[in-house]
């Protein structure tokens, strides 16, 4: 069966999803269930997982005995901070050492500082977390990453949450051409075509969350996007017929036509 590895577990889901900007935890957990996603990001500076006792918690409607968090850095603009919140997250989730690391450059394009997230991650490997680490489309970064010890490296397609889709394939081919570990699309898939050619192109995985979230019916489009990311996946290894410019091929045979 084909299956997902990272760092060493498997996934059947090839779909990642966030948890935020649902209008309530249960909304929450409906698009999850028909995401079939496995691993779910959590964004700790802005969910409550146990921080507030007086408030809801994400864990009651989503529980880590279903599924894998993937404690994430959402609005860290420093790798002190980064470090401080995942240190915080590992406590808080019994030693949990999965994370998303991102590093954001400013609140306008939530672009990812490359510096930043480069100092952050090398001090999480060290410490024991296993990283999946936001990044930039720049090749030579994603190596750098990996070089690191990242175990998942995660390119945009577009900027988080602008539903923009892949903007720039060719540096994603370079990417996944050029590293061992997953590459896990993250950030600008607007809809489940988007997905699909993610897929397509040869991409491990893709996250999302403002996609289905944002979505006027978030779960019937999460239950598109789990059927994208599965079509996009068969695609990619069944191996699409190469692309003919200006040159027309019949797809049924031509010898021994009736009547002729």
């Given amino acids: 069966m084909d299956q997902l590895v990272i760092a060493g577990k498997t996934y059947s889901s090839r779909l990642l999803v966030g948890t935020g900007k649902y ?34 918690s994400l864990l009651d409607a989503v529980p880590p005995s279903k599924y894998t968090y993937l404690p994430n850095t959402a609005g860290c603009y420093t790798a002190d901070d980064a470090i401080r919140t995942l240190r915080l997250a590992r406590e808080l989730l019994d030693g949990h050492d999965l994370v998303k690391l991102e590093v954001l450059g400013d609140p306008q394009s939530l672009y990812p500082n490359v510096v930043e997230t480069i100092k952050a991650a090398e001090i999480l490997v060290k410490d024991g977390f296993k990283v999946m680490v936001y990044t930039s489309d720049d090749p030579i970064i994603a190596r750098q990453l990996e070089d690191i010890g990242c175990v998942a490296i995660m390119p945009l397609a577009s900027l988080i949450g602008s539903g923009m889709g892949i903007l720039n394939p060719w540096n994603l081919q370079i990417i996944i051409d050029r590293v061992k570990v997953p590459v896990v699309v993250d950030a600008g898939v607007g809809t489940a075509s988007d997905a699909a050619i993610a897929m397509e192109l040869g ?22 996007m789990r059927k994208a990311v599965e079509a996009g996946r068969e695609a990619f290894l069944a191996g699409r017929m190469p692309k003919k410019m200006y040159q027309a091929s019949p797809s049924s045979p031509t010898s021994g036509m009736i009547g002729s």
Avoid: W
């Fill in 23 to 56: 209008k309530d935890f249960g909304q929450t957990r409906l698009a999850i269930e028909a995401s079939g996603a496995e691993i779910v990001t959590v964004a700790i500076r802005r969910t409550n997982i146990g921080q507030d006792p007086n408030q809801p």
């Fill in 203 to 224: 991409c491990d995985a893709v996250l999302m969350n403002t996609a289905i979230a944002g979505a006027q019916n978030p779960v019937l489009m999460a239950s598109a």
